[in-house]
């Protein structure tokens, strides 16, 4: 049995197209794994004014950090979380 040219193209193209169709049909399955950003939040000790930042390495807790804007007196990280990339928050 001989192969000619045009049965051999079309025999490629229909390959390479089930396999592009497959690989698609494979990525769509895949659920896209979130990014996430680190945040914490400070509160100041005495008019409880709140401000989050991007958490730098070494901040605990219970660690004071900084001066409020509004009064002057020590801020405090209250918490430290993590929120998706994609999502916007106030």
Same mark, same amino acid.
């Given at each position: 049995?001989?192969?000619? %040219?045009?049965?051999?193209?079309? %025999?490629?193209?229909?390959?390479?197209?089930? %396999?592009? #169709?497959?690989?698609?049909?494979?990525?769509? &399955?895949?659920?896209?794994?979130?990014?996430?950003?680190? #945040?914490? %939040?400070?509160? +100041?000790?005495? +008019?409880?004014?709140?401000?989050?930042?991007? $958490?730098?390495?070494?901040? $605990? #807790?219970?660690?004071?950090?900084?001066? +409020?804007?509004? +009064?002057?007196?020590?801020?405090?990280? &209250?918490?430290?979380?993590?929120?998706? &990339?994609? $999502?916007?928050?106030?």
């Amino acid at each position: 049995m001989t192969l000619d %040219l045009e049965t051999i193209v079309l %025999l490629i193209t229909i390959s390479a197209v089930t %396999l592009l #169709i497959m690989t698609l049909m494979e990525l769509r &399955k895949q659920p896209k794994k979130p990014e996430y950003e680190t #945040i914490e %939040l400070l509160e +100041c000790i005495q +008019c409880r004014y709140r401000l989050e930042r991007p $958490f730098e390495p070494g901040d $605990f #807790i219970s660690m004071y950090k900084g001066k +409020c804007p509004k +009064c002057g007196s020590p801020l405090r990280i &209250k918490a430290i979380y993590n929120v998706e &990339k994609s $999502f916007k928050h106030p």
